[in-house]
């Protein structure tokens, strides 16, 4: 057995080689930061050596932010720890692997967030008010409204989907980090727009499809880009309502009339732009000709009257019967086939004024004994 002063090496005495052995184990503190080494993996953590007189553990809560596999984990792996606490209630120091990976997160999205950099994240959970994310390997916050730039009905549908984002708010004193990928989704459609807009060219046809109707017309989706079907470009015969011709997801084939390229407005027709029945029928009309058509519509002046597809004529009121009468529908009903004389074609308005009183010298006489009464 060796005495207390008795040499040991070189002329070292016991008492000297402890003193060595403890100049070798430097102090530590809570929050330092030091090289581990995995001597042990447990079921519950990892037990580690960072050159202290005694060992290390780390949890598994404490080794990463980001997804991780306990068995990729091995025996000699070599990372950096912070200091938790210098005694974990069995005696070993309390370390953390992802504290020291947070503040190196949080160091490089201050830079992201000054630089307003586009982030691509996967959506993770809902919560109240939007979904989880991370950035980094830290838990980042992404408000309903600020997913993509039109409404999101169902916050479920975007649960595993990966977007981009910016970081639009980021205190890291309060663990506080919230993304949108709002703006970029804004800025991707118009550019999606733009680029679109640029194939398109007046005169050609293109295949789309009914998105909605209004009063007024119907819009149609050109993959990507909005147009619009004024109701008088859907059907060269007058209608009332958009409904009287589609449906909206119907497809349909139109031609482009016009394209506002400064304000992004296409001007469309349903209608064969090219074939207009009005030009083929009054080819083979005159003034004075007697011709049937069909009692469509009435206003306040007359009744108008379909002669051909797509085309109508005008009895004015003083036209219909004698005498006068107070209004259209007291001789004409909607639906009524009436015999009619052309009194006037005007090509250039493409108007056609119909008499139902010159027409009644050259019917016979019954039909003219309707009108006359």
Same mark, same amino acid.
């Given at each position: 057995?060796?005495h207390?002063?008795?040499?040991?090496?070189?002329?070292?005495?016991?008492?000297?080689f402890?003193?060595?052995?403890?100049?070798?184990?430097?102090?530590?503190h809570?929050?330092?930061?030091?090289?581990?080494t995995?001597?042990?993996?447990?079921?519950?953590?990892?037990?580690?050596?960072i050159?202290?007189?005694?060992?290390?553990?780390?949890?598994?809560?404490e080794?990463?932010n980001?997804e991780?596999?306990?068995?990729e984990?091995?025996?000699?792996?070599e990372?950096n720890?912070?200091?938790?606490? @210098? *005694?974990?209630?069995? %005696?070993?120091?309390?370390? &953390?692997k992802?504290k020291?990976e947070?503040? +190196?997160?949080?160091? /490089? $999205?201050?830079?992201?967030?000054?630089?307003?950099e586009?982030?691509?994240?996967?959506?993770?959970?809902v919560?109240?008010?939007?979904?989880?994310t991370s950035?980094?390997g830290?838990r980042?916050?992404?408000?309903?409204?600020?997913?993509?730039?039109t409404?999101?009905?169902?916050?479920?549908?975007?649960?595993?989907?990966?977007?981009?984002?910016?970081?639009?708010?980021?205190?890291?004193?309060?663990?506080?980090?919230?993304?949108?990928?709002?703006?970029?989704?804004?800025?991707?459609?118009?550019e999606?727009?733009?680029?679109?807009?640029d194939?398109?060219?007046?005169?050609?046809?293109?295949i789309?499809?009914?998105?909605?109707?209004m009063?007024?017309?119907?819009?149609v989706d @050109? *993959?990507?880009?909005? %147009?619009?079907?004024?109701? &008088?470009?859907?059907?060269?015969?007058?209608i +009332?309502?958009?409904? /009287? $011709?589609?449906?909206?997801?119907?497809?349909?084939e139109?031609?482009?009339?016009?394209?506002?390229?400064?304000?992004?407005?296409?001007?469309?027709?349903?209608?064969?732009?090219?074939n207009?029945?009005?030009?083929?029928?009054?080819?083979?009309?005159?003034e004075?000709q007697?011709v049937?058509?069909?009692?469509?519509r009435?206003?306040?002046?007359?009744?108008?009257v379909?002669?051909?597809?797509?085309?109508?004529?005008?009895?004015?009121?003083?036209?219909i019967s004698t005498?006068?009468?107070?209004?259209?529908?007291?001789?004409?009903?909607?639906?009524?086939?009436?015999e009619?004389?052309?009194?006037?074609?005007d090509?250039?308005?493409?108007?056609?004024?119909l008499?139902?009183?010159?027409?009644?010298?050259e019917?016979?006489?019954?039909?003219?004994?309707?009108?006359?009464?």
């Amino acid at each position: 057995m060796l005495h207390d002063e008795e040499v040991i090496e070189d002329d070292l005495t016991m008492a000297d080689f402890m003193s060595e052995v403890d100049k070798t184990m430097a102090k530590i503190h809570r929050g330092d930061i030091r090289k581990a080494t995995v001597q042990v993996v447990e079921e519950n953590g990892i037990i580690a050596s960072i050159g202290y007189h005694t060992d290390a553990y780390l949890p598994w809560r404490e080794y990463s932010n980001r997804e991780f596999d306990k068995s990729e984990v091995k025996i000699g792996d070599e990372f950096n720890v912070s200091i938790l606490r @210098l *005694d974990d209630g069995d %005696g070993n120091v309390l370390i &953390s692997k992802k504290k020291v990976e947070n503040e +190196k997160s949080y160091d /490089d $999205i201050e830079k992201m967030f000054k630089n307003k950099e586009i982030v691509t994240v996967k959506l993770k959970d809902v919560i109240k008010g939007g979904l989880t994310t991370s950035i980094k390997g830290v838990r980042a916050f992404i408000p309903g409204s600020q997913i993509t730039d039109t409404y999101v009905e169902d916050l479920h549908s975007y649960v595993g989907k990966s977007i981009d984002v910016q970081i639009i708010e980021f205190v890291p004193q309060k663990r506080k980090l919230i993304v949108s990928g709002k703006a970029l989704a804004k800025q991707r459609r118009l550019e999606k727009r733009q680029a679109r807009l640029d194939q398109l060219q007046e005169g050609e046809k293109y295949i789309g499809k009914i998105t909605k109707l209004m009063n007024y017309g119907a819009f149609v989706d @050109l *993959d990507g880009i909005e %147009g619009l079907i004024h109701n &008088s470009d859907l059907s060269w015969s007058r209608i +009332k309502h958009p409904k /009287d $011709i589609v449906q909206e997801g119907q497809e349909v084939e139109v031609s482009i009339i016009s394209i506002d390229r400064e304000n992004g407005k296409i001007a469309l027709a349903l209608k064969d732009i090219n074939n207009d029945p009005w030009e083929n029928t009054v080819a083979n009309l005159e003034e004075g000709q007697l011709v049937k058509g069909i009692v469509t519509r009435f206003a306040l002046f007359g009744a108008f009257v379909r002669i051909a597809d797509g085309v109508e004529g005008l009895i004015h009121i003083s036209q219909i019967s004698t005498p006068r009468p107070t209004k259209p529908q007291d001789v004409l009903t909607s639906g009524q086939e009436v015999e009619v004389k052309i009194i006037k074609i005007d090509k250039a308005e493409k108007r056609i004024s119909l008499s139902l009183i010159a027409a009644l010298d050259e019917i016979d006489p019954e039909t003219k004994k309707m009108y006359m009464a």
